[in-house]
């Protein structure tokens, strides 16, 4: 044997000895066995969710997929965790549609005022085995899929001031999410829609910046701003929908029997928190009257306007933007079968 052909020999084993240490290490990275769950917020019906889907999971596959929940923010600010699931270094994401409306617009049709008069109405439309089936698959061209949809709240304003009347919204500096779909029908009622980041909203309210803001209860007696403002006005300006987002690589990356137990867990999961979110919407409301707040209600011939306002703007808005308007039409649909019309 030359000088050669050994040290061919000796590369060959080199190389052979390389990659069958690396085959093992590449499955492993490619096997990924644990989910992590992401959210903004903690002890409400997302994380309650969370909570049922990973008993969901453990009582289906074990441990073949392990789910560990990271509530409040933890895994980032909301921006940051919409941008880990899109990425694939977060594999889900619990959270209103609305923060999530850059991602995708089509969100946006969840949140137009005045479409859900109430939580039956919205559960009636996202477990529609139909629209469900619908729902999940809908923003697979981004790269997610919808695993778990979930009544949240409605959509009321806190204020420093009582506002009792429609002409009491004139002038109102009220904190908003940064989307036409508060912006814009506040604006049609007088408001000044003020967009600002949540851990900026009480010290604007101490300081007089802003006089109220939007949000839902839960968040509202979560956060204690009944410390801060007492006021609240019930304008059922919209229902909020939380959905859950999954990184579609990831779940395609998984064995069959885990993508079947991750979609069963969570249609199993929204069911179960569905009666436990319409509960924790009434417990909010009673800790924050227990908590020295008022509740306060428009005149039912103002409220009524108020929400042929909202709906106008909103549909204004959609009529807009096609994608978003079939999204809406496909629930108005719905709407329409569940009222009977």
Known sequence: MTVQTARRNLMGCLAGAALALSLPLAGTAQAQDTMKLASATINDVQHE???EFQKEMEARVGDALTVEIYPASQLGAIPRMAEGVLLGTIEAFTTPTAFVTNVDPRFQAFDMPGLFS??????????????????ETLFLD???????????????MLSREPVTTLDGFDGLKVRTFASPLQMQPMSAIGANPTPLALSEVIPQLQSGGIDGMLAGMPILTAFKFYDTAVNVTDINMSQIVSVTVVNETWFQSQSDDVKTAILEAGRAAEETVFPWGVANVERANGAWLENGGAIHMLPADEKAELQETFARV????????????????????RLKEVRGE
Do not use: C, M, T
């Open 142 to 156: 981004k790269g997610l899929r919808i695993v778990g949809a979930i009544y949240n709240s409605p959509v009321l």
């Open 49 to 51: 969710w969370q909570k």
């Open 314 to 333: 909103g549909n204004e808005i959609i009529d807009s933007q096609p994608d978003v308007a079939e999204v809406r039409d496909r629930i108005a649909a």
């Open 118 to 135: 109430d939580a039956d109405e919205v559960s009636a439309v996202i477990h529609d085995p139909e629209f469900r089936d619908y729902l």
